[in-house]
Each structure stands twice: as structure tokens, then as C-alpha cells.
């Protein structure tokens, strides 16, 4: 067990709609990151946080969006779901802005 | 951007030696890392390893790391069936960077 939670475990919804997935970072870790994880693109990073702030974005689409909040959980959301929205959702999280990160166990989103 | 590239696949028998190699592209990398995904399951981090090191060693586990031909690897001593999971390779650069995760070699360890 990591420390890293996430919720909810499994996700199904339909084209169009909006999920909410959270995640809380382990005790005293500062860093929050989010993946997507697809059986065609592997795993890929999608945006930092550090103490509340935005800190890197890398490939996160127009219709994703993120934030943490002061007590530092934080928030994916993803709007105008399409199919291939589909994916394994993984938040990790780290003590600082560069240190070693930590996995959540994911979100499976099931798209219809 | 940085590439980080490891083969897809990797069969071995219990109790042999298993090797997962990595290579990357990124010559400020810093940290090194290793991850294990199960089945269903996060990413497991297993170990890692600075770029000013050769070697790492944790019971089983051991890791080289070749600076000058940007390549590291992960042996799996006396393999397990247990063993059995999704190995990632993964780096990060010097400075702020984020982290460049390979695509995963998937390990089957035949009984």
C-alpha cells in the first residue's frame, strides 16, 4: 500500500458526460501528479501540482482539467467524454517538486 | 521530447535470472526508477537509482546503470512467479523535469 487513495475504483459513463475522480496524496507529500494509462499510448502525464499550485502540464486535453485543494487532495476533472477516454486514471504523489513518486491503485473510466 | 525505450516482452523460466533493459535518450537524467505493475493494480515502485551511480543492489534486485551508453538495466535473481507483472523503466532530468515513463516490458515467468 503506497498511502496514495483514489476514488472511485471503477467508473462508467456515457459519451458526453462529466466524471470527477479524487486522490489523496500520502501523508506530508506536497506533489500531486496525474496519468492516463491506455492500452495504445502507454502511460502518460497529464499535470503536476505542488502545494496547491499548477507546477508542470504535459499531454492533458483542452476538456480535462485539475486542481488541488489546501488540504492538498486533489481533483481530475473530465468533461465532454469521448470513447476513447477510456483509460486507467493514476494519481501519484511525492514529498516535493522532484522527488520520487508514489502510485495511487487508479480509476478505470469505462466510456460508452 | 525525452524517449525512454524498453522491449515489450520478456519470457523466463522459475528460478532463472531475469534482465529488463532500458535505454533513454535524456542526458541530464538524474534519477533513475524501476516500477512494477500488477495486474489491475498502480504502479509499485521497486527501486531506483542516481545517475552518479553503476550499481544498486536490494535482495534480489539489481540495477546497472551505463551512463555513457545511456542504458539501464533490472535483474531479477532466482525469478518468481510472482514476479510476473509490467516492469517500467522511468527517468528524470536534471532541474525541474517531469518524469519520462517507458512503455513497460511485460516479464512472464513460466513455472
Known amino acids: 500500500d503506497s498511502g496514495v487513495t483514489q476514488t472511485p475504483k471503477h467508473l462508467i459513463t456515457a459519451t458526453g458526460q462529466r466524471v470527477t475522480l479524487r486522490c489523496s496524496p500520502r501523508s506530508g507529500d506536497l506533489s500531486v501528479y496525474w496519468y492516463q494509462q491506455s492500452l495504445d499510448q502507454g502511460l502518460q502525464f497529464l499535470i503536476q501540482y505542488y502545494n496547491g499550485e499548477e507546477r508542470a502540464k504535459g499531454n492533458i486535453l483542452e476538456r480535462f482539467s485539475a486542481q488541488q485543494f489546501p488540504d492538498l487532495h486533489s481533483e481530475l476533472n473530465l468533461s465532454s467524454l469521448e470513447l476513447g477516454d477510456s483509460a486507467l486514471y493514476f494519481c501519484?504523489?511525492?514529498?516535493?517538486?522532484?522527488?520520487?513518486?508514489?502510485f495511487g491503485p487508479g480509476t478505470r473510466l469505462l466510456v460508452l | 521530447g525525452e524517449d525512454v525505450e524498453q522491449s515489450l516482452f520478456l519470457s523466463v523460466r522459475e528460478g532463472d535470472s531475469s534482465v529488463i533493459n532500458c535505454t533513454y535518450t535524456d542526458s541530464s537524467s538524474t534519477y533513475l526508477y524501476w516500477y512494477k505493475q500488477e495486474p489491475g493494480a498502480g504502479l509499485q515502485l521497486l527501486t531506483y537509482i542516481f545517475s552518479n551511480m553503476d550499481m544498486k543492489q536490494d535482495q534480489r534486485l539489481t540495477v546497472l546503470l551505463n551512463k555513457k551508453d545511456k542504458h539501464l538495466s533490472l535483474r531479477i535473481a532466482d525469478t518468481q512467479t510472482g514476479d510476473s507483472a509490467i516492469y517500467f523503466c522511468a527517468e528524470k532530468g536534471g532541474g525541474y523535469q517531469k518524469v519520462t515513463f517507458g512503455t513497460g516490458t511485460k516479464l512472464q515467468v513460466i513455472p
Open positions: 501519484a504523489s511525492s514529498v516535493g517538486r522532484e522527488e520520487t513518486q508514489y
